[in-house]
């Protein structure tokens, strides 16, 4: 795994997380599509005791999941509370996942936090888990059997995001321009509304998608796919998808001295799509703020435990970043430090 990425840009340290949070709330829990309401949200001030949680990612090869881990320690320390971390590999490891989550449980734990590697495929598993603990939906959504509480945005919203830039840039009417789609791995629990929603957004627009590639967030699978992508339309005009395939273009595009011929924008925000839009090799961004949701995760996990939960869904208010437009709080909000490394097991 390749973290020198994170050593080039440093992020302020969080505001007190006692502070009051502004998310987003669905009328109707579970309703990612739904009319929702902005809440001034305060966190607790301590949980009750040293509660054991169980954290499974669907991976950490990008910096994304890295920054929703430094908002789990960090508000597992101010809570006072225990996790370990269980890491699949990837989203094609659905039997990794399962077995990891199975295993950790039965250590013992107090809830599951699950950011999960397929929509409905671990609804059994999960059923089963939820019969004892609290089972706590981070980032990826999942489907609702099972699930005490969802923390994370609608991936409708951060595909309608990215789709957006271009859809402003090339009103219907305008000249042509040809897309390159990377939507990220078939099944994983984000995938199918972030296609909806971009392609929604360019849908009154003069863009087209000249060329889909469905494939795992690991960079190396996303080198390989954008390379074929730009072999397959070679007068591509813009590379789209996820964070790996935005930093993976940014190089790709200037062995081939396509620079600037080719416009990058990303769905989500990592240390190098930041660096890459503050330097002009990106267009833009929208940040979900995964610092945040992994303290919010941690936060909800707490509250089911103890009884307390006011909201069974919940999320950051998604910010678009468009030539390093974010303050200073938004980024602490976005990036785990350039100093934090990888947390597995956390005890206060």
């Known amino acids: 795994m390749r973290w020198f990425c994170v050593l080039f840009l440093v992020v302020a340290p969080l505001a007190a997380a006692s502070s009051p949070w502004q998310l987003q709330v669905p009328q109707a829990p579970f309703d990612y599509e739904g009319p929702s309401d902005i809440v001034t949200y305060t966190p607790l001030d301590t949980a009750q005791q040293d509660w054991s949680l169980c954290v499974a990612y669907p991976h950490l090869k990008d910096a994304y999941w890295l920054s929703v881990n430094h908002g789990m320690v960090e508000e597992a320390r101010r809570l006072g509370v225990s996790f370990k971390l269980v890491e699949a590999g990837g989203y094609p490891n659905l039997d990794r996942q399962r077995q990891q989550i199975i295993d950790c449980v039965a250590e013992g734990v107090d809830a599951l936090i699950l950011g999960t590697v397929a929509y409905d495929a671990l609804t059994d598993t999960i059923l089963q888990i939820a019969r004892d603990i609290p089972v706590i939906a981070a980032v990826n959504d999942i489907a609702d059997p099972g699930i005490t509480a969802k923390v994370g945005v609608s991936w409708v919203e951060m595909g ?58 690991g960079r190396k699978d996303q080198v390989l796919l ?12 813009y590379v789209v998808g996820s964070a790996p395939t935005a930093e993976a273009a940014v190089s790709l595009l200037r062995t081939r001295g396509l620079e600037g011929q080719v416009q990058i924008v990303s769905d989500y925000m990592t240390h190098a799509v930041y660096r890459g839009i503050y330097r002009q090799k990106i267009l833009a961004a929208p940040t979900d703020f995964p610092v945040l949701q992994g303290r919010l995760a941690v936060e909800f996990a707490v509250r089911a435990i103890e009884g307390s939960l006011i909201h069974r869904q919940a999320g950051p208010v998604i910010f678009p970043v468009v030539e390093g437009q974010i303050t200073e709080e938004q980024l602490s909000e976005t990036l785990a430090p350039a100093s934090f490394i990888p947390v597995f097991e956390f005890s206060p």
């Open 226 to 237: 954008v390379e074929q992508a730009l072999q397959e339309v070679p007068d591509l005009d």
């Open 160 to 217: 309608a995001a990215a789709g957006r830039v271009i859809a402003q840039r090339h009103p219907k009417g305008s000249p042509a321009v040809k897309v390159a789609w990377f939507p990220g791995p078939k099944g994983a629990g984000w995938v199918q509304f972030v296609e909806r929603g971009f392609h929604a957004a360019i849908a009154a627009s003069s863009a087209e998608i000249a060329v889909t590639k469905y494939g795992d967030t």
